[in-house]
């Protein structure tokens, strides 16, 4: 079975200051995918970033930078000087790669994070 | 980019009525749709997933006479919750995934409220 576990229910910073999200996974699969989503006030889902279990390399996208440790089954999200924009529910999830069953994702259970002025 | 829509953003109906929701997407083709439901606070549970024109797979726990879910088209998939009670209140999310399997883009979610 696949889980996803967010320990970090609420973190709370002040602008400017950079924030860790940690991730860590739990899989049967050796090939499989994770992903990071924003989830806004709005409701709405916003894609971050997909990265697939053959590739370790950490990224970095303007002040987001992600580091994927298969080792340690992590997946963690920096925010670099965060801003009171990037205030949202942060997740992260796994996708099982099967045949019939599609990209079937599971959730972890969301990181709250408030950036405060 | 792909682009996938819900309707309604909102509803609110009352105990004992069926409320409909339609998934679209609308600039490509959506081999398999999911269903998923957001309580507040709480984290995206799957629901069931659909593939055109078979019978929806449902996760364990998830009544398929309460949620009847239709896939007709490879563009449209439909969530119709029956006789609809005060606990099915949520934030109903739907995704969509094309040729490529591991990419899922989100509809921004339709937020039932049954009175």
């Known amino acids: 079975a696949q889980k996803v576990t967010q320990a970090q229910t609420e973190i709370s910073v002040v602008e400017k200051e950079d924030v860790t999200l940690d991730c860590v996974y739990e899989t049967r699969d050796t090939t499989y995918y994770l992903f990071w989503y924003k989830q806004p006030p709005s409701g709405e889902l916003v894609f971050l970033i997909r990265r697939n279990s053959f590739d370790e390399q950490n990224e970095i996208s303007g002040r987001y930078s992600w580091n994927f440790q298969k080792s340690t089954s992590s997946f963690n999200f920096t925010i670099t000087a965060s801003q009171v924009v990037d205030s949202a529910v942060y997740f992260c999830?796994?996708?099982?790669?099967?045949?019939?069953?599609?990209?079937?994702?599971?959730f972890g259970e969301g990181t709250q994070l408030t950036v405060n002025p | 980019g792909a682009v996938v829509s819900q309707h309604p953003s909102r509803v609110i109906c009352k105990s004992g009525t069926s409320v409909k929701i339609e998934c679209r997407s609308l600039?490509?083709?959506?081999?398999?749709m999911f269903w998923y439901r957001q309580f507040p606070k709480q984290s995206l549970m799957l629901m069931a997933t659909?593939?055109?024109?078979?019978?929806?797979?449902?996760e364990q726990g998830v009544e398929k006479d309460k949620f009847l879910i239709n896939h007709a088209s490879l563009t449209l998939s439909t969530l119709t919750v029956t006789s609809a009670h005060p606990e099915d209140s949520s934030f109903y999310i739907c995704?969509?995934?094309?040729?490529?399997?591991?990419?899922?883009?989100f509809g921004p979610g339709t937020r039932l409220t049954v009175t």
């Open positions: 995704s969509a995934s094309g040729t490529s399997l591991y990419e899922q883009y």
């Open positions: 999830a796994l996708s099982e790669i099967g045949e019939t069953s599609g990209s079937r994702l599971t």
């Open positions: 659909s593939n055109e024109g078979s019978k929806a797979t449902y």
């Open positions: 600039d490509f083709q959506a081999t398999t």
